[in-house]
């Protein structure tokens, strides 16, 4: 793993785990978007807490071991899901009362610190094998390194039409080619090279954001009339301010050390050190998961321990910062937390003055995931084919379609991370009945 | 009978499915989430269909807090598909509102209309 194990970071994965635990236990936050919702019926008695454990258990589990686990072994940094969707598990099981909050926190806390050992001994266990192919993981991430900017030409073919999205496309194309050829600048005899990937993302976003904010309201808008008996959960939220500020910090600070990722191309752009496209990344997301974090804290009063993901982008800019850019991280991290909870009221009011702005948030994540889906299967096809070069596609492509087929598939966006991680082990099996003879190159 | 499109992603493909075994008496129309929970609210459209990555998060959330959670089900979520006849009985038991994951709505879509036409 990318991240270090010393007191610090023992710590803050502690915290985090402790403080994501108690929020989801004390019903102030939640990461699935899925399970804020349920909230309602929860607070009203419709729904017993054994009930929503069971909700939170049923959304989250799958995604933990199918999703966080295998991206986050072959990533080299824990992808917040891992934790996250696990302490709303942990927090959802506890009562709510007396001295069980504490138990939730407790619990959460040791789930922060099992992580952090566990995937370094599941790491460490894997090079000990005949045949290492820890190295060959990193393969998986490739495609998200040199073709990840494409996103915002694919969210602009869904809101505008796919003559808008193919000529952001080939503007992307175009700043990527461009600022390889001429990006390079001497100053005072110092070279900068802009980085061709992070521009082309940067010139993508802009064009999508000036798509979206010239869309016209196509339909009559009364999302703000519904969402105006919400008033009472936006103050229950804002009533929770400071302790979600604390939880902001303590993610940011996480980020910044390298042991959270906030999604899985901006943890494979981290872990090559590529910070400033990262956060741009990272930034990209969170215009996207604003609408759906934000709506669904407003029709719950539950917000995310993460908010809306904005807290990661200035977190990443801290990496290697030294312990004033740890401090940086907490506390913009706090910061930006307690701007988004006050934005609440205004975003409920706004819904339906910038319609363009909540169908960009569901595009971009819909881009983003299709894009993800192919970079990672791809990127595990090539891992795969990296590790063993006779068997390694058909061992992916198989796993693909046997994925479809199955009765219990997994997100597809596993599958690349999966596919890699099997075939190392299955090298391995080969290898002692002899069937995978190690090549001395 | 009215169905609305509303959750995240694949919303044209979702239509398409729905128009293809609604067997025309389906009328299908595409909203952003919001837009299609109120329609099932007030009574405006009589189900709503969505699909995202989770089958509950972008595809279901404002169904489940605008409609209510006794209205809405996953029907299928990353690691499970509800089993054919589950979908049968949810339909049965008045659920309106359903989330899947996008890559299972090929899957899902043709038993929930089967259902929805029987009533």
Redesign the interface.
């Known amino acids: 793993m990318l991240f270090s194990i010393n007191a610090l970071t023992i710590l803050v994965m502690a915290a985090l785990g402790g403080i994501c635990a108690y929020l989801a236990n004390q019903n102030i936050a939640v990461f699935?978007?899925?399970?804020?919702?349920?909230f309602?019926?929860y607070f009203s008695k419709?729904?017993d807490r054994k009930t929503l454990f069971a909700t939170s258990f049923?959304?989250s589990?799958?995604?933990v071991i199918?999703?966080g686990l295998p991206t986050s072994i072959a990533g080299k940094i824990i992808i917040v899901h891992t934790i996250m969707l696990a302490t709303d598990i942990i927090g959802t099981m506890f009562s709510e009362n007396g001295n069980s909050k504490w138990y939730a926190t407790a619990v959460g806390a040791l789930f922060g610190i099992v992580l952090l050992f566990g995937m370094q001994a599941i790491i460490d266990a894997l090079k000990i094998l005949p045949i290492d192919f820890t190295g060959s993981l990193g393969t998986v991430g490739s495609l998200i390194i040199l073709a990840f900017s494409v996103f915002p030409a694919i969210a602009v073919a869904y809101q505008a039409g796919i003559v808008s999205g193919g000529t952001v496309l080939v503007l992307i194309m175009l700043v990527k080619q461009i600022t390889m050829l001429y990006g390079k600048f001497v100053v005072n005899g110092v070279t900068i090279a802009l980085n061709s990937d992070g521009m082309a993302l940067l010139v993508g976003i802009v064009a999508m954001i000036v798509v979206a904010a010239r869309q016209k309201r196509t339909?009559d808008g009364?999302?703000a009339t519904?969402f105006a008996v919400f008033s009472k959960n936006i103050d229950r939220i804002k009533k929770n301010m400071l302790i979600l500020a604390l939880s902001g910090g303590i993610v940011a600070l996480a980020t910044t050390l390298l042991l959270i990722a906030e999604g899985p191309a901006s943890l494979t752009l981290t872990a090559e050190g590529q910070y400033a496209q990262a956060a741009i990344v990272a930034l990209g997301r969170t215009l996207g998961f604003i609408p759906?974090v934000m709506?669904?804290a407003i029709?719950?009063g539950v917000y995310s321990p993460a908010g809306t993901k904005l807290i990661h982008v200035p977190a990443i800019l801290f990496i290697n910062m030294g312990v004033m850019g740890m401090a940086g991280s907490f506390v913009t991290g706090a910061l930006i937390m307690v701007v988004e909870v006050l934005l609440l009221g205004f975003i409920a009011q706004g819904?339906d003055k910038f319609?363009g702005m909540?169908?960009l948030g569901?595009n971009t994540?819909?881009a983003m995931?299709?894009v993800l889906d192919l970079a990672l299967l791809v990127g595990g096809m090539l891992a795969a084919n990296a590790i063993a070069p006779s068997i390694g596609y058909i061992w992916v492509i198989g796993l693909y379609f046997l994925n479809?087929a199955s009765?219990?598939?997994?997100?597809?966006?596993?599958i690349g991370p999966i596919g890699a991680i099997t075939m190392g082990i299955l090298v391995n099996i080969l290898h002692l009945i002899g069937l995978f003879p190690i090549v001395v190159k | 009978m009215k169905i609305v499109v509303g959750g995240q992603m694949d919303k044209q493909i979702l239509a398409n499915l729905i128009t293809k075994y609604g067997c025309g008496r389906v009328e299908v129309s595409i909203k952003s989430d919001i837009e299609a929970a109120l329609a099932i609210q007030t009574n405006q459209a009589q189900y709503y269909f969505g699909a995202c990555a989770t089958g509950a998060g972008g595809a279901l959330a404002m169904a489940i807090g605008l409609v209510g959670p006794q209205h809405c089900v996953s029907i299928s979520i990353p690691g499970k598909i509800m089993q054919e006849e589950e979908i049968r009985s949810a339909v049965r038991n008045g659920k309106k509102c359903f989330g899947f994951v996008n890559y299972d709505a090929d899957k899902v879509i043709p038993v929930l209309l089967d259902e929805i036409l029987k009533k």
């Not at chain 1, 009765?407 to 596993?414: D, E, Q, R, V, Y």
């Open positions: 699935h978007d899925g399970l804020r919702p349920m309602p019926a419709a729904m049923a959304l589990f799958g995604l199918g999703f339909e009364n999302a519904a759906l709506t669904t029709v719950s819904m319609p909540k169908d569901d994540r819909t995931s299709k479809q009765k219990k598939p997994l997100s597809t966006m596993a």
